[in-house]
């Protein structure tokens, strides 16, 4: 079975014996870790930072990131599913692919329990909902009041159907009354999103801090909230700080 996530723990767990052939100890070849989602993601930008760690500790064995984006995670899942079960393959995701598709998805061509061997949780990172740095919107209660007013003026973009940007924004029209809010979805990912959310083409989205961060200390993006347990710190929103709830 493929790996829902990977860490170092885990992968030395799989290493070959000492009184294996140099020929015969893991890894002797490339090893890929799939990302469900684009490059520029949250998911995609986690992997490369693992994917690195992982060679390391593996004695500088090659780690490949495989981008296999499209239908909220489910061509990359899948395409994991499918793979030799010879731990060379492992499937780095997040919740979508493993807690949210088979939800939504009836016919998902894999099944997260049976064809997936979780390994960790590598990664947490505070989701933040933004707008353009351009847009007079500078609060949260600026946007619910604009939505509310004109619901058919505003919209929201996510990394796909059924992505947890898209549950998240998804959540917040429902909140806000306005559960048909149009919802754009993009299969490049969160590059794509944000690029239209700084064009003010979308109204808002939700991503990683990972992702927005840089954006929001360039004035580029705005952010008006986080989903984290506490507020964030100063230091990491600069200019912007003072819009985070």
Not at 17 to 41: C, E, H, M, W
Not at 162 to 178: D, E, F, M, P, T
């Amino acid at each position: 079975m493929s790996s829902l996530a990977s860490l170092p723990l885990a992968a030395s767990g799989i290493l070959g014996s000492a009184a294996a052939t140099a020929q015969d100890r893991y890894p002797n070849r490339a090893i890929k870790l799939i990302v469900p989602f684009g490059p520029g993601s949250s998911t995609d930008i986690a992997a490369r930072i693992w994917g690195e760690v992982i060679g390391k500790q593996l004695g500088g064995a090659s780690v490949i990131v495989d981008n296999r984006a499209g239908a909220g995670g489910n061509i990359g899942a899948t395409a994991a599913a499918r793979s030799a079960p010879d731990g060379y393959t492992f499937l780095y995701s997040t919740a979508t692919t493993w807690a949210i598709a088979p939800f939504i998805y009836p016919d998902l061509a894999y099944q997260p329990i049976h064809d997936f061997l979780p390994v960790a949780v590598t990664t947490s990172v505070p989701t933040v909902l933004v707008v353009s740095g351009d847009s007079d919107i500078r609060t949260f209660q600026d946007l619910s009041a604009r939505i509310k007013a004109a619901p058919d003026r505003h919209n929201y973009g996510s990394n796909g159907v059924g992505a947890s940007s898209h549950i998240a924004c998804k959540l917040l029209a429902n909140r806000l009354g306005v559960p048909n809010l149009l919802h754009v979805p993009f299969k490049q990912g969160s590059q794509g999103v944000m690029s239209e959310v700084m064009a003010g083409r979308l109204t808002f989205a939700v991503d990683s801090w990972s992702v927005v961060g840089p954006l929001v200390r360039a004035g580029r993006l705005r952010a008006l909230g986080a989903t984290a347990g506490k507020r964030l710190a100063r230091r990491h929103t600069r200019r912007h700080r003072r819009s985070l709830a």
